[in-house]
């Protein structure tokens, strides 16, 4: 990723790069028409001497006839004769490109014309005069290498102060960026930032004040809900479950009573599972568990595969397990051991009579496939109380369970179906 004055000034560099390209043909008119222009300011004066010089002289018709054939022979891009056009007659220039006949090269040069009447001893003639025209390329070249030097090292310099610069000007952003990472909810302290004399830095760690303070209020507030629920409601309902207990072992109970007693009971069960399940999401959900421990996850998924053995047996499934020995990773034990249990449940539940379960487990993630007959719904997979089916004795929140157990440990699951086998697969 670009840090945010490097990505400022790319976009200042290609911006300038781009308006010192289109430079270059606004220099080139530029100069050209300079040039022109003192050219023509040139021929205008180089006529009005000519036309003053030869009236100075007075000389006679013979002579002026021959001094103005010399003239025209000896002044390269010059011509001078008679003409019956009148003296106020605008003056015309022109360009004209042409091989220069005095050079020895074969190039076409461009030349400034300036044609004007004059008039001396009295008669009007026709002045020519040509200026050869220093080619303004060369010239508007030397200005553009000269110009992206000056670019160069401007660029160069702004990289300079660039480094220098985010040092110290963005100090106070990475002092905030860095108690931010290090603030934990669990501590339920709000953070202390730098004051800063930078107006926007100042306004983010007031604005970042207000924000944790009202987390941490709302954090406070849901834990404490949730410790409440937790002891408000699991003593009453285990309560009920005793007395409906002693109910059964020592009151007479006909068939009938003895049934909706046994029914109660089992709807009482769930009502505590999905209680607890909840309480546990809860508690996931706002970090109230600690993941800084090391756990061998080699030795823990051995040890619920053990504890979970008869109900394999019961429904006479084949077991196959691929374990990698010492895969290390960090989180929380409670949580990573409910996670494995999940899932080995969830292939028990929704498995086939005598199918079949296989569990692998590396260092790069945790795979466990089961025998089924349909696939299940990739879009409700995930979501509380959404059941495989009706018939499922789940409570509908293990899947959900799951899922935030990994995103709290930072892991990616999958799930696929393939050749009536089911597959989750998590990626450390």
Not at 93 to 106: C, G, I, Q
Not at 267 to 281: G, P, W
Not at 315 to 338: H, P, Q
Request: charged share 25%.
């Amino acid at each position: 990723m670009n840090k945010l004055l490097n990505k400022s000034l790319k976009s200042f560099t290609i911006y300038a790069l781009i308006v010192l390209a289109a430079s270059v043909p606004a220099y080139l008119y530029l100069v050209d028409s300079i040039w022109l222009r003192e050219l023509d300011e040139h021929n205008e004066i180089v006529a009005d001497r000519t036309e003053n010089e030869l009236n100075n002289l007075n000389l006679s018709e013979t002579e002026l006839n021959q001094s103005i054939m010399l003239w025209n022979k000896i002044q390269p891009g010059t011509n001078l004769q008679k003409t019956t056009l009148e003296k106020n007659r605008k003056d015309s220039t022109y360009t004209v490109s042409r091989k220069n006949p005095y050079v020895t090269h074969e190039d076409i040069d461009r030349f400034r014309g300036l044609s004007r009447v004059i008039e001396i001893n009295g008669q009007n003639y026709l002045l020519t005069l040509e200026t050869n025209v220093e080619e303004t390329e060369e010239t508007v070249v030397a200005i553009a290498i000269l110009t992206f030097l000056f670019f160069l090292i401007l660029v160069v310099g702004f990289l300079i102060l660039n480094r220098r610069l985010s040092v110290k000007l963005w100090q106070p952003f990475r002092n905030t960026l860095a108690k931010l990472k290090a603030f934990n909810l669990n501590t339920q302290s709000n953070i202390s930032f730098e004051k800063s004399t930078i107006l926007e830095f100042e306004e983010l760690n007031v604005a970042l004040n207000k924000l944790i303070e009202h987390t941490v209020s709302v954090y406070k507030s849901q834990k404490e809900f949730t410790e409440n629920a937790s002891h408000e409601l699991q003593t009453p309902l285990a309560i009920i479950k005793n007395k409906l207990d002693i109910l059964l072992q020592k009151e007479a109970l006909t068939d009938r009573q003895y049934q909706l007693i046994e029914d109660i009971n089992k709807a009482l069960t769930r009502v505590s599972r999905v209680n607890k399940n909840l309480l546990l999401l809860a508690k996931i959900e706002n970090h109230q568990f600690a993941d800084s421990e090391t756990i061998n996850l080699s030795e823990l998924t051995q040890e619920c595969i053990e504890q979970l053995q008869e109900h394999f047996s019961n429904k006479e499934l084949s077991l196959k397990t691929s374990i990698e020995k010492d895969c290390i990773v960090t989180g929380n034990r409670i949580l990573i051991e409910i996670l494995i249990n999940n899932l080995l449940l969830n292939s028990i539940r929704h498995n086939l009579l005598k199918g079949t379960v296989e569990v692998k487990l590396s260092k790069s993630g945790f795979i466990i496939s089961n025998s089924g007959r349909t696939a299940l719904e990739q879009e409700q997979l995930f979501k509380r109380f959404k059941k495989a089916s009706d018939e499922s004795s789940g409570s509908g929140l293990g899947l959900a369970i799951v899922e935030q157990i990994c995103k709290r440990h930072h892991w990616e699951i999958y799930y696929d179906f393939q050749k009536e086998t089911h597959t989750f697969k998590i990626s450390f």
